[in-house]
């Protein structure tokens, strides 16, 4: 069965570093997805991307932030500048025609 | 503004015991509700869906019903396993097939044998 996969699982980084997380969303599908979630906190919605632009982002989404769908097949968030906050749970997620969204694994970022 | 509400965990049970997990949300129009799981270590995975009022979503023994009158979609099992240890997210998505996901708090189910 296809699935979201992402890479890194895991990622540490200094404060003050730009970090780079990647997703391959599943093949043809066509709607994606970034949210976080803080330890212990509710899954939060970042940012939609469709046709090569946003389509909806959040507040949590500021400057610091920005997707990229490089190529056919990879999904990127950047987070150009981590703060502590930033250590969170990322999933990416995907959807082909209205039903519902498949998640990856997630990576889990910390910065220290 | 729209948001789910779930009831706090953890909720801890025996093998074989019945389960249920509120779920009540607020949004204007007519959502869509999910409920995700998350395993252990693992991303969240889709448990079953409903997307009109009376809709009943089912999958791997799990139960939920769509209440519009009482703006709920609780999720029922009749006998869980230990294997069902996880943490379990109510959502919502607006109308449109392709809007955002708002996630509830998660639940974490603990079933001891």
């Known amino acids: 069965e296809p699935e979201v996969t992402q890479t890194p699982s895991h990622q540490v980084t200094q404060m003050g570093q730009e970090v780079i997380l990647r997703c391959v969303p599943i093949?043809?599908?066509?709607?994606f997805y970034w949210y976080r979630q803080i330890l212990g906190q509710k899954v939060e919605f970042l940012v939609s991307?469709?046709?090569?632009?946003?389509?909806?982002k959040s507040e949590i989404f500021d400057d610091q932030f920005s997707v990229e769908r490089p190529d056919g097949s990879n999904f990127t968030l950047k987070i150009r500048s981590t703060k502590l906050e930033d250590s969170a749970m990322y999933f990416c997620?995907?959807?082909?025609?209205?039903?519902?969204?498949?998640f990856g694994p997630g990576t889990r970022l910390l910065v220290l | 503004g729209d948001s789910v509400t779930q009831m706090e965990g953890p909720v801890t049970l025996s093998e074989e015991a019945f389960l249920t997990i509120n779920c009540t949300y607020t949004?204007?129009?007519?959502?869509?509700l999910f409920w995700y799981v998350q395993y252990p270590g693992e991303g969240l995975q889709l448990l079953l869906k409903?997307?009109?009022?009376?809709d009943k979503g089912s999958n791997k023994g799990f139960e939920a019903t769509y209440r519009k009158e009482t703006t709920s979609f609780h999720l029922e099992k009749g006998s869980v396993q230990v294997s069902d240890s996880a943490v379990y997210f109510c959502?919502?998505?607006?109308?449109?097939?392709?809007?955002?996901?708002?996630f509830g708090a998660g639940t974490r189910l603990a079933v001891h044998p």
């Open positions: 959502a919502l998505r607006l109308s449109g097939g392709y809007n955002k996901l708002i």
């Open positions: 949004a204007t129009g007519y959502p869509s």
């Open positions: 093949s043809n599908h066509l709607y």
């Open positions: 997620a995907s959807i082909r025609d209205g039903e519902a969204q498949y």
């Open positions: 991307f469709y046709n090569n632009e946003i389509s909806e």
């Open positions: 409903a997307t009109k009022a009376d």
